[in-house]
């Protein structure tokens, strides 16, 4: 092999590396984010067990409601239709 | 001496990390390698961070020895996992240079990889070995015993390979010239940025048990009458954390 690579096929080589370190730490971040998640949720369901003041649910940005929120919509919509 | 937050060192991390991978792609020059050379960047300042990680586990391991203090352990064994992750991406960044420069994804004549990856292996089970024994005591005192002895094993290993002859890996820090002064520029940036990193990760996670530890600590004080949860079947934390949990076990330990 020439030892020094055509610039387009090194440019994979760089670009699988850095793309392998990036993937890597998202998943590490994932997996920190997950664990947080659940510490908040059970945060809350001791808040709520013990009647204390609930914890603030986490801020979501302005926008696109999430899949339970919009079931939660829709579920007391057809409670009030009824 | 007040520490820096999270945050600030989170910040101080991406600062350094983005200027010196701007340095390397758009200020030090493209050696006789060829453009793959940018690899040398990312895969030396993993390898460094991951190793000089596993030396300070064994650090705090030998405070954790002397003073009994679970807290060590516990950070012992953050920088461990920490630094075990480093090294995946310091193998696999590494394949990549390999197969790019040399045809192949692995040499086995190479006694720098070869060595890398036994030091990798050793660590890679001590999770095995801390997860085998039930008694939190036990579990951080051989916990601790095995991070010194394979932390020793680190620079030993390091000189080992100096030593050895002959190699094709190329010598970042050699007697022969060693970097030009851009390269050096971008490199030292790269690898402080990198250890910003790990820093941050390690403090990150430390943050995580913590509060998870708090949580459990707070649910028996307030919740008395409910059965603890079944503790998973690896999960003994370290002594500085599992005094407060069983969160350990899940996540962090053994996903490595």
């Known amino acids: 092999m020439d030892p ?3 610039l387009s096929e090194a440019e994979g ?11 890597l730490l998202l998943i590490y971040l994932a997996i920190m984010a997950a664990k947080l998640a659940r510490i908040q949720r059970e945060l809350r369901e001791l808040a709520e067990s013990t009647g204390a003041p609930q914890p603030p649910k986490p801020k979501r940005k302005a926008g696109r409601a999430s899949r339970a929120q919009r079931r939660e919509v829709e579920a007391a919509r057809r409670e009030a239709q009824r | 001496m007040s520490t820096p937050s999270l945050r600030t060192l989170a910040l101080a991390a991406a600062t350094l990390l983005v200027g010196g991978y701007a340095l390397a792609f758009f200020y030090a020059p493209i050696e006789a390698e060829g453009f793959i050379q940018k690899i040398f ?4 300042p993993l390898a460094v961070v991951a190793l000089l990680g596993f030396i300070l586990a064994a650090v705090h391991s030998i ?3 002397r003073s009994g203090d679970g807290v060590h352990d516990a950070r012992s064994y953050v920088s461990i996992h920490i630094s075990v992750v480093f090294a995946v991406g310091a193998l696999a960044t590494g394949a990549l240079w390999a197969k790019g420069q040399w045809g192949v994804w692995w040499e086995w004549r190479e006694p720098t990889l070869v060595s890398f990856l036994i030091v990798f292996l050793l660590y890679a089970t001590y999770y095995p070995l801390r997860y085998s024994i039930e008694d939190r005591d036990r579990q951080a005192r051989y916990a601790s015993v095995f991070a010194i002895t394979a932390g020793a094993f680190v620079p030993l290993n390091f000189l080992a390979v100096r030593l050895a002859d002959p190699f094709i890996h190329p010598r970042t820090f050699s007697s022969a010239g060693g970097l030009p002064g851009e390269m050096l520029l971008a490199f030292l940036v790269c690898l402080a940025g990198m250890a910003l990193l790990w820093a941050t990760l390690v403090w990150f996670e430390l943050a995580s048990k913590a509060a998870s530890g708090d949580l459990a600590k707070l649910r028996r004080a307030l919740l008395p009458s409910e059965q603890p949860p079944p503790a998973p079947r690896r999960a003994v934390a ?8 069983t969160d350990l076990g899940d996540g962090a330990g053994g996903r490595s």
């Open chain 1, 4 to 6: 020094v690579l055509a």
């Open chain 1, 13 to 23: 080589y760089v670009a699988g590396a850095y793309l392998a370190f990036a993937a």
């Open chain 2, 41 to 44: 960047y990312l895969h030396v």
């Open chain 2, 63 to 65: 405070r954790h020895l």
């Open chain 2, 238 to 245: 370290p002594a500085g954390v599992s005094a407060m949990s």
